[in-house]
C-alpha cells in the first residue's frame, strides 16, 4: 500500500485500478473503495479487504446519467427524476441492461443494479479519466462505522490495506446516499438517507 498526494493521483489510481487493485478515496459521502467493477478478481479482493458476502452486491459509481443508460435500464420517466438529483447522494437501483460489462460477484443476482453519479470532483475526474464504472462501496470494514478519515481506515483494515489511499482532508459529516428502488411501483425509498427531502419533493 502506498499513500497518493490527492493532487496528482489520478494516473497511479488508474495503472492500479487497471490491474485489478483498490484504491481508498474521498468521495461524497465517506470514503470509499474503488475497484473496477468489470474485474471478477477486483472484486474478490474488495470483498475480502471488507470481510463481506458477495450476496450482497455493492452500489456503483458511473460518472454520468448517459452511462448509467449504457447499464441499466432508463426510461423517460426515470430519466426526467435522475437529472435532477445526479450527480448526488442518491443511489438508484435499476433494472440491469443483459449486456451490461459489470461483474457478477458486484450484483445482487435479482437483475438489478445499484447505481451513483457522485457530486465529489476527483471521484468524477477519476471516472472521467478511466471511463469504466467503479464500485462504490464505503472503505470500512463490514460491520463496523464508516470512514471520515484515513486513520480510521489504516486502523480498521489494518491487516489488508488497499493498494493507495489517497490521503485528504477529514470530512464533514454526512449521511449516506438515500436508496430508491426504481424497479417498484411506486418508487420504493429503501434507504432514507442525504437529500431524502429533495426527493420527496420529486415524488410528492
Known sequence: MKKENPQRPLSAMMSVLSQ???TAVPTDTVYGLL?????EKAIEKLLRIKGREQEKGMPIFVASLREAKKIARIDKVKEAFLSHLWPGKITAILALKSNAPIAKNALTGN???????P???LVLALLAEYKKPLTGT??????LPSCR????????LKNLLPDIIVEGDTLSPSGSSTIIDFTKRP???????????????FIG
Open 20 to 22: 485489478g487493485g483498490i
Open 35 to 39: 475497484a473496477d467493477a468489470t474485474q
Open 111 to 117: 437483475g438489478t443494479i445499484a447505481l451513483r453519479v
Open 149 to 156: 478519515d484515513t486513520a480510521c481506515i489504516k486502523k480498521q
Open 187 to 201: 418508487y420504493q425509498i429503501v434507504r432514507k438517507g442525504a437529500m431524502y427531502e429533495l426527493i420527496m419533493s
Open 138 to 143: 464505503s472503505a470500512n470494514r463490514s460491520g
Open 119 to 121: 457530486s465529489h470532483p
